[in-house]
């Protein structure tokens, strides 16, 4: 499962040097790189700060590019993002530990089909939110950072919600 | 149940926040839909199990086993309902050491699955150990909440101390009444010839010397030695104790005492055993399978305990510790109150030997090497040969073992020298 992990962190890496090669992007890339296969090896912790890293290579590398959006190399890599944190966490379980049968395919099944879901899931947002560009004008740098920070209170809700009370059945 | 979100949860919370602020500050919309599919992730909170999906069993493949011996763990687990991925550890005691397989393993069960989860653990040290609770831990299949819970899963293992064979022991000096292995100088039936002597009515013709009687034309009878058991009295020192587990001086004085309980009672001989701890513990003397086995079940139970109590040895009843007895001690000679003991046993004439196993070895192995270290066990070698030596003076025979060579070679040179001493 690792391996598996270690492979998405390379395309995770390496995906923004398809869209600008330069040598910042590369030298982002890399240390992303390192900060990902500790994260897979040690801790989330250190696996999430290589995946900051390499949001931050993706962004160079667009704004280094600039040209039309590139919405279908964006879901894919969204999808890669979501797996990596899964099959290095799933990993990180599986060490050391006796595996029953049919344990590794069913993970892989639902990756796939959540995947798969997402994916067409994102990509069909994606088209409708072009739609909606084309057809409305909005304030969407705005509306991004109100969404942006909507979601750092949701993290905030669910870290103290881990931290808290917990339900019992 | 208890059930709360995981760690993977705010990871993927974090790196979607941080993706939202990159689109933000790069004005591209490519950072924005990134991060869509992880926020869908999100969507799948709030689906793993509950603890009545799946039962659980556990058997062990013995429930008696010796030091060093192996058992298996089967743990079988059966699902009520369908369970995504179910995590199960069991911590093990220091007591056992996993050899086989994991103590933590993942499953996923269909409706009405049952799994086998095996693994094999090592019993490094004696005493009863208690595999009580199986911790379980039901995941979503994102790994994004889990429930957990501890469940009691009650088995108890016996594991006794390791008793090696012991081809030569320390004799006894003086015999009891009924019949066992040892020849005594009395004579009446038995197997070993001693003297010759002129018949007399009532001899038994199968005792006739027909060699002797021919040669002085008179009839001689051959008499023959009594063979005599002994009491053997192993008086424990679980006073103190040094070295770590499961090589502690009480563990090797323990497995001293199974081996010489199990020697001495293949002999015939009655065997007992004395705790001396704060307040006595005993096992009367007695012979047979079924006393070997209250012996070492009061060796399983015996531990170190605290205590600023000191008992006489006046105090163990007469039963338990008879004046013709052999009285093993064995002792690492740490606790001035056993070395009291001792000269006590020894002033009221009983016959004594006191096996001391050294704890220098054992503390060395326990401690890292430096020359302070050296210095140190240096001064406690002289300090434990001085204390010997003043037990040796009033008359009490020490054996000083050093753990790393065998019980047998050590008490090989006691026992010269006491067929010497029953020679004189």
């Known amino acids: 499962m690792r391996r598996l992990a270690a492979v998405l962190a390379l395309i995770l890496v390496s995906a923004p040097l398809l869209i600008a090669p330069s040598t910042s992007v590369v030298a982002l890339g890399g240390a992303a790189l390192i900060l990902c296969g500790l994260g897979i090896l040690v801790a989330t912790p250190v696996l999430v700060g290589g995946m900051v890293m390499a949001l931050g290579e993706y962004a160079l590398a667009l704004r280094l590019a600039g040209g039309t959006p590139r919405l279908e190399g964006a879901v894919v890599l969204g999808v890669v993002l979501v797996l990596l944190l899964e099959t290095a966490d799933f990993g990180r379980r599986a060490q050391h530990a006796a595996i029953g049968r049919g344990v590794f395919v069913a993970q892989i099944r639902a990756w796939a089909v959540f995947g798969a879901l997402t994916g067409a899931g994102a990509l069909v947002a994606s088209a409708a939110a072009s739609a909606a560009s084309a057809s409305l004008r909005l304030p969407w740098a705005s509306a991004v950072a109100a969404a942006g920070a909507a979601v750092a209170l949701v993290a905030v809700a669910l870290a103290l919600a881990a931290a808290g009370t917990p339900s019992r059945d | ?424």
């Open chain 2, 1 to 424: 149940m208890t059930t709360r979100l995981t760690p993977l949860a705010l990871s993927v919370v974090t790196v979607g926040a941080w993706g939202l602020v990159l689109g933000v500050l790069s004005g591209r919309a490519e950072l924005v839909v990134v991060v869509v599919p992880l926020l869908l992730g999100l969507l799948r909170v709030g689906r793993a199990g509950s603890s009545r999906d799946f039962t659980l069993t556990r058997t062990v493949s013995a429930a008696r086993v010796f030091e060093g011996e192996r058992v298996t763990v089967i743990v079988t687990v059966s699902a009520t309902r369908r369970v995504a991925l179910l995590e199960l550890f069991e911590p093990l005691p220091p007591t056992l050491r996993l050899v086989g397989g994991h103590n933590r393993g993942l499953f996923c069960l269909r409706r009405g699955q049952s799994v086998e989860w095996r693994y094999e653990v090592e019993c490094v040290r004696r005493g009863r150990v208690s595999l009580g609770t199986v911790h379980a831990r039901l995941w979503d299949r994102a790994g994004l909440e889990a429930g957990e819970t501890s469940i009691p899963v009650a088995w108890q293992l016996r594991v006794y101390p390791r008793a090696l064979p012991l081809r030569r022991l320390p004799g006894p000096r003086r015999m009891q009444a009924f019949v066992g292995n040892y020849v005594a100088p009395r004579v009446g039936e038995g197997l070993e010839p001693g003297d010759i002597r002129a018949f007399v009515p009532g001899d038994r013709v199968r005792h006739v010397n027909w060699r002797a009687s021919l040669r002085f034309r008179r009839l001689f009878v051959t008499q023959y030695h009594q063979e005599r058991n002994a009491d053997v009295v192993l008086m424990l020192d679980t006073l103190t104790e040094a070295g770590a587990p499961p090589d502690t001086t009480l563990d090797v004085s323990i497995r001293a005492a199974a081996a010489l309980a199990t020697a001495y009672l293949a002999r015939k001989d009655r065997v007992g055993l004395i705790e001396y701890c704060g307040p006595f513990r005993w096992v009367r003397p007695n012979s047979g399978r079924a006393h070997h086995e209250r012996i070492f079940e009061a060796l399983l139970r015996a531990d170190v305990m605290f205590s600023y109590v000191t008992q006489e040895v006046a105090l163990v009843p007469r039963r338990i510790l008879p004046p013709q007895a052999l009285v093993i001690a064995i002792s690492p000679l740490l606790d001035p109150r056993f070395d009291k003991a001792l000269v006590d046993l020894a002033a009221r004439g009983f016959d004594l030997v006191v096996l001391s196993p050294s704890p220098i070895p054992l503390v060395r192995r326990a401690i890292r090497a430096s020359a302070s270290a050296d210095v140190a066990c240096r001064l406690w070698t002289l300090e434990r040969r001085a204390r010997a030596d003043g037990l040796q003076r009033l008359g009490i025979t020490i054996i000083d073992w050093d753990t790393a060579v065998p019980l047998e070679a050590a008490l090989g040179g006691l026992t010269r020298s006491r067929r010497r001493e029953v020679a004189r």
